[in-house]
Structures are given as structure tokens and as C-alpha cells.
T-cell receptor
Framework: NAGVTQTPKFQVLKTGQSMTLQCAQD?????MSWYRQDPGMGLRLIHY???????DQGEVPNGYNVSRSTTEDFPLRLLSAAPSQTSVYFC????????????FGSGTQLSVL | QKEVEQDPGPLSVPEGAIVSLNCTYS??????FMWYRQYSRKGPELLMY????GNKEDGRFTAQVDKSSKYISLFIRDSQPSDSATYLC?????????????FGKGTLLTVNP
């Protein structure tokens, strides 16, 4: 059982470049979300999805886009990378309903130069 | 004032010590309280989950919630070197299927053999 899989594990971008962070889960979870983790800031919610075709903004959505065309996949797109987006990104999923447990991926460490 | 305050530490203790980790919060609408453990370069994993005031015990771990004081704690008895990690408190609002969590910044714990 793979759980939540994130790729790539590491990425270096130049300012202005775009890229997509991939997230896939094989647990048939309804809910998926993206967090960023910065030193001294904790985990902050970027975007989330409550099911295929449904997405919404979290606490820090600017500069990021998401889509959810299937239950399994929830990619995060950086439209024009900025140094302020240097962070560790975590994808998480949850069964939904009354089950609040979040399952996290192992993270993507992104550096924007 | 941040919604959730957590002392980032670092906290260093000898093996076998009792560890106390704490968070305070300002939003009285938080109803559900969680502790996540995060090993270095890994995603967080759920350790404890509670929705009521009082204590909840799971092996060497005890989660304590005091809603009147807006204060939650995690106690680790007979701490082991394998407990060395960052511990994140997390909270969510009550009602519905809102699964968006508000995290503390995390406390880095080192248990020395």
C-alpha cells in the first residue's frame, strides 16, 4: 500500500519558471490538500479538494493552482516561481466524513533561485 | 495573536524522562485536537486525536485537553531515542466535514540515550 506519493522529492527552479508538483493517493480518499512548511511558520494550507472536480483555496493560495480531475491525483502548479515559494510542500489526503485523520506524503523540497 | 501557539523548543531530554509538550489556542470554536509526529525529512503522522476535555491515553502517550484554559498537552512517558522528532499540535473547528487543520509551529524534541 503506497499511501500518498509525491514527486519529485527535490526541485530547484529559477525565478519565473513554472512547474507541477505531483501527488497521488491509492486509498480512495475523498479529501486531498496541499500544505507548505516553512521554518518558524508551521504547516499552512494552500489549496484543498473535497472530491473530484471540486477545489477551494486555503490560507496561502496566491501563486498556486490546483485541479482534481480524478480521485487519485491532485497536482499543484506553480505558475511563475518566486523565491518566496521556497519551501517544503506536503500533500495530504483524508477519508472524509467523520474521519479527520490526514495521511501525509513525504514532501517535496523546492528551492527557487 | 496567532490562533495556535506552540513553543518551538528545541527540547532535549535524557532517555526515560517524562516529556511535556504544550499548545495554547485563542479560538474557542476549535473542537478537535490532534498531535502529529514528524521525523526529519518525512511527512507528519497522526499520533493522538481527541475532541473532548480530559485525558486520552495510548501506550506511553497521553493527550490532555483543557478547553476552559484553551490549552492542550502531550505527555510522553519513559521517552526513547526513537521519540526524537518534531511534534505538531493541530486543531480544527467543530461541525460539518471541515477538515482544514490549523497547526502549531512544532516542537523539536531530542531524546538522548
Amino acid at each position: 500500500n503506497a499511501g500518498v506519493t509525491q514527486t519529485p522529492k527535490f526541485q530547484v527552479l529559477k525565478t519565473g519558471q513554472s512547474m507541477t508538483l505531483q501527488c497521488a493517493q491509492d486509498m480512495n480518499h475523498e479529501y486531498m490538500s496541499w500544505y507548505r512548511q516553512d521554518p518558524g511558520m508551521g504547516l499552512r494550507l494552500i489549496h484543498y479538494s473535497v472530491g473530484a472536480g471540486i477545489t477551494d483555496q486555503g490560507e496561502v493560495p496566491n501563486g498556486y493552482n490546483v485541479s482534481r480531475s480524478t480521485t487519485e491525483d491532485f497536482p499543484l502548479r506553480l505558475l511563475s516561481a518566486a523565491p518566496s515559494q521556497t519551501s517544503v510542500y506536503f500533500c495530504a489526503s483524508s477519508p472524509g466524513g467523520t474521519n479527520e485523520k490526514l495521511f501525509f506524503g513525504s514532501g517535496t523540497q523546492l528551492s527557487v533561485l | 495573536q496567532k490562533e495556535v501557539e506552540q513553543d518551538p523548543g528545541p527540547l532535549s531530554v535524557p532517555e526515560g524522562a517524562i516529556v511535556s509538550l504544550n499548545c495554547t489556542y485563542s479560538n474557542s470554536a476549535f473542537q478537535y485536537f490532534m498531535w502529529y509526529r514528524q521525523y526529519s525529512r518525512k511527512g507528519p503522522e497522526l499520533l493522538m486525536y481527541t475532541y473532548s476535555s480530559g485525558n486520552k491515553e495510548d501506550g506511553r502517550f497521553t493527550a490532555q485537553v483543557d478547553k476552559s484554559s484553551k490549552y492542550i498537552s502531550l505527555f510522553i512517558r519513559d521517552s526513547q531515542p526513537s521519540d526524537s522528532a518534531t511534534y505538531l499540535c493541530a486543531m480544527k473547528l467543530g461541525g460539518g466535514s471541515n477538515y482544514k487543520l490549523t497547526f502549531g509551529k512544532g516542537t523539536l524534541l531530542t531524546v538522548n540515550p
